[in-house]
């Protein structure tokens, strides 16, 4: 163990329906990222009540006209010159298993290109340490 303390966070989750929600974006980033990199993190928040999952990518981005739709049915559009799209119910999806969790998700363009999502999950109280 390195000599920076570590913290312990725990989230009581359907194992399938989180693993199904990483797959998804996890998937979307690999997908739209050619070259460059991806990024995940896991970080306590809100003073150890929410665990924030952050999966960033230098991938193309998201087109603004699908932004404000983003978390909708069918809500997918070709970037990349057409070359790359998806059914568009990955991210419907995603959203419903965050919210069902009592979570929240959103994703965003970065300034520098790529996009991030980010998802916000109650912890388990009992199990965080600091």
Known sequence: MSSRM?????????????????????????????????????????????VEICISDT????????LPILFTKFAAKSTDGGTEHGTGLGLFISK?????????????????GGATFKIRLPADKSSVES
Not at 59 to 66: A, E, F, H, L, R
Not at 96 to 112: D, L, M, R
């Open 6 to 50: 570590r913290s312990k966070f725990c989230c009581f989750a359907d194992k399938q329906r989180i693993t199904q929600l990483i797959t998804n974006i996890l998937g979307n980033a690999l997908n739209f990222t050619k070259k460059g990199s991806i990024g995940i993190s896991a970080t306590k928040v809100d003073e150890g009540r929410s």
């Open 59 to 66: 991938g193309s981005g998201i087109p603004q006209d699908v």
């Open 96 to 112: 419903a298993i965050v919210e069902s969790h009592g979570g929240s998700i959103i994703g965003y363009n970065n300034p520098t």
